[in-house]
């Protein structure tokens, strides 16, 4: 018995040791290629632009902390763009919760189908999906021509590079994303439980609300939680569909090293953008966990 133990002791050490070895080069990968830069940005933004050259100070300083927490003007574009991002996710949920019901519940033989048209967009480059919006906003645009063609406005409706065409590009875009995880939580539950419900009097709708939604709650919220994380830091949607008064963390951020050249001040920028987005990440879980925990009492006292 002893012997079987070392050997079963010894084996486990090796397929520790043999885990470790397979995971070595995709873990120095990640090293090289994406920890080392954020720390290297991390540590580019405690020091201070030298006016006039495109060099930084040698001594730390807190200065570009201090400005993007205390300019308005900074402070303004972060509040729009986490107050977007936010606004985004509540209606994408919104709509992918009833568009994964309809796949859920469509018949085998056209699910596939139905799924590959609603995440069709993924395989098309944001770039061609935001021209796609400017095709349909623009002053010449689809939109702006059949409002005139039917006698609706005398001149084009400023739709384009606004807030709003921004916040439309990016629902098109993240879409996807809500309906793909709403959809795999779904597939875990058993019809069977929504046709008990109504054979006990509960209506269809009460039935979804009640048994479905709680028990999608877990595709819920990865899907605004990858939704939230991806309208934090989108760039190509806002710079392509915005203008210069929509502007969003990424593109201010951008701006700073391309055409300011502030690199402290924009990977001060950066760090903080991370840190609001981590926050809000965690602010989603804990909303979620006490939905789940409101809907899972009220059932209890349902049922009670």
Same mark, same amino acid.
């Given at each position: 018995?002893?012997?079987?133990?070392?050997?079963?002791?010894?084996?486990m050490?090796?397929?520790?040791?043999?885990?470790?070895?397979?995971?070595?080069?995709?873990?120095?990968i990640?090293?090289?290629?994406?920890v080392?830069?954020?720390?290297r940005?991390?540590?580019l933004?405690?020091?201070?632009?030298?006016?006039?050259?495109?060099s930084?100070?040698?001594?730390?300083?807190?200065?570009?902390?201090?400005?993007?927490?205390?300019?308005?003007?900074?402070?303004?574009?972060? *509040?729009?763009?986490?107050?977007?991002? @936010? %606004?985004? !996710?509540? $209606?994408? &949920? #919104?709509?992918g919760?009833?568009?994964?019901?309809?796949?859920?519940?469509?018949?085998?033989?056209?699910?596939?189908?139905?799924?590959?048209?609603?995440?069709a967009?993924?395989?098309?480059?944001?770039?061609?999906?935001a021209?796609?919006?400017?095709?349909?906003?623009?002053?010449?645009?689809i939109?702006?021509?059949?409002?005139?063609?039917?006698?609706?406005?005398?001149m084009?409706l400023p739709?384009m590079?606004?807030?709003?065409?921004?916040f439309?590009?990016?629902?098109?875009?993240?879409?996807?994303?809500?309906?793909?995880?709403?959809?795999?939580?779904?597939?875990?539950v058993d019809?069977?439980?929504?046709?008990a419900a109504?054979?006990?009097?509960?209506?269809?709708?009460?039935?979804?609300?009640?048994?479905?939604?709680? *028990?999608?709650?877990?595709?819920?919220? @990865? %899907?605004? !939680?990858? $939704?939230? &994380? #991806?309208?934090?830091t989108?760039?190509?949607t806002?710079?392509?569909?915005?203008?210069?008064?929509?502007?969003?963390?990424?593109?201010?951020?951008?701006?700073?090293?391309?055409?300011?050249?502030?690199?402290?001040?924009?990977?001060?920028?950066?760090?903080?953008?991370?840190?609001?987005?981590?926050?809000?990440?965690?602010?989603?879980?804990?909303l979620?966990?006490?939905?789940g925990?409101?809907m899972?009492?009220?059932?209890?006292?349902?049922?009670?």
């Amino acid at each position: 018995m002893t012997g079987a133990r070392g050997m079963e002791t010894i084996g486990m050490k090796t397929g520790r040791g043999s885990t470790f070895l397979l995971l070595a080069p995709a873990g120095l990968i990640v090293l090289l290629l994406m920890v080392l830069p954020l720390l290297r940005l991390f540590e580019l933004s405690f020091h201070e632009v030298v006016p006039g050259r495109m060099s930084v100070q040698p001594a730390l300083s807190l200065g570009s902390y201090i400005k993007a927490l205390t300019d308005v003007y900074y402070l303004g574009i972060l *509040l729009r763009t986490f107050l977007m991002s @936010a %606004g985004v !996710t509540v $209606v994408v &949920a #919104l709509l992918g919760f009833p568009l994964s019901y309809f796949l859920w519940c469509a018949p085998k033989r056209w699910k596939t189908l139905l799924t590959l048209l609603v995440v069709a967009p993924l395989m098309i480059s944001l770039v061609v999906r935001a021209y796609g919006w400017m095709v349909l906003l623009g002053d010449s645009g689809i939109v702006n021509s059949s409002l005139e063609a039917l006698g609706f406005i005398d001149m084009p409706l400023p739709m384009m590079y606004s807030l709003g065409a921004v916040f439309l590009g990016l629902v098109h875009v993240q879409l996807p994303f809500m309906v793909l995880s709403l959809l795999t939580a779904m597939e875990r539950v058993d019809p069977v439980l929504l046709n008990a419900a109504e054979t006990l009097s509960a209506s269809r709708p009460r039935a979804i609300f009640e048994i479905l939604l709680p *028990l999608s709650m877990p595709g819920l919220l @990865a %899907g605004s !939680t990858l $939704v939230f &994380a #991806l309208c934090m830091t989108a760039f190509v949607t806002p710079q392509l569909l915005g203008g210069s008064g929509s502007q969003v963390m990424p593109t201010l951020i951008y701006g700073q090293f391309t055409t300011a050249f502030n690199w402290p001040l924009g990977a001060a920028l950066a760090a903080i953008l991370s840190v609001i987005s981590l926050v809000g990440v965690a602010a989603l879980a804990w909303l979620f966990r006490l939905a789940g925990s409101l809907m899972f009492h009220r059932a209890s006292g349902g049922a009670g």
